[in-house]
């Protein structure tokens, strides 16, 4: 096994655009250590799970070691991990607030702050956080701020990350999604969802996977925020 095999951190790991995401990436011969709530062991001796919440502080710090331990190095970090509530403002509970919150930005402050430590020893990496259209195009068919206000977050700390850690060999980009067909939007949905876009379709898993692939062997490319939206994002 090649020390310099490259290896990949994925968050939100266990289904959907995640479980996508591991497979694509093992696909180019990377060794991944894929993390979420309930993520399962793989028989792929390339592949570490590692189970547990990442905005506990102790999940990211296993999932870092795990990569640095067992792999010896960490060249990429995906933060695919997300809650969305729609709802409309006034309606949003504390029980929803904390949630969001503790997913969408706490999990990304504690897992990017330790890749980003690990990157800096071997003097390259990539960083790729997955937010939402819905950050530049609110739409009032779908109220959610609690969306706009993390996930917007993610976009504005993509720009400066990449900027801090440009001389650093670390490159720092985002995907801004419409709605993907994944196990959170039921069958029964999509024919409305899918209205939601002028293509008039949802987008599917490979469509997100193929733009963060792209990211990943687009060395010129840094503080990009792509949006894979099927032209939300350009308006209505």
Not at 97 to 125: C, R, W
Not at 133 to 151: C, E, G, N, Q, R
Not at 193 to 204: C, D, N, Q, Y
Request: aromatic share 6%; net charge negative.
């Amino acid at each position: 096994m090649s020390a310099d095999q490259k290896v990949a951190v994925i968050t939100g790991a266990s289904q959907g655009i995640g479980a996508g995401l591991v497979k694509a990436y093992r696909n180019r011969n990377y060794r991944v250590v894929a993390t979420a709530r309930s993520v399962k062991p793989s028989n792929d001796p390339d592949i570490v799970a590692v189970p547990g919440d990442v905005a506990d502080r102790k999940t990211a710090e296993q999932a870092i070691s795990e990569a640095v331990t067992r792999f010896g190095r960490i060249d990429t970090l995906v933060n695919n991990a997300g809650i969305f509530i729609a709802k409309p403002f006034t309606q949003y509970t504390a029980a929803d607030y904390a949630p969001i919150l503790g997913v969408n930005l706490t999990d990304f402050f504690h897992v990017t702050q330790l890749a980003i430590a690990e990157m800096e020893k071997q003097g390259s990496g990539h960083v790729v956080q997955i937010t939402t259209s819905i950050v530049d195009h609110a739409m009032a068919s779908v109220p959610s701020v609690l969306a706009a206000l993390t996930k917007g977050g993610l976009a504005a700390a993509t720009k400066s990350l990449a900027i801090e850690y440009a001389k650093s060999g670390i490159r720092v980009n985002a995907v801004a999604l419409g709605v993907i067909k994944t196990p959170m939007h039921p069958v029964e949905t999509h024919a409305q969802l899918a209205t939601l876009h002028p293509v008039g379709r949802m987008g599917e898993i490979a469509d997100i996977v193929d733009a963060i692939l792209y990211l990943e062997e687009a060395g010129f490319v840094t503080g990009e925020i792509l949006h894979v939206d099927g032209g939300q994002s350009a308006g209505h």
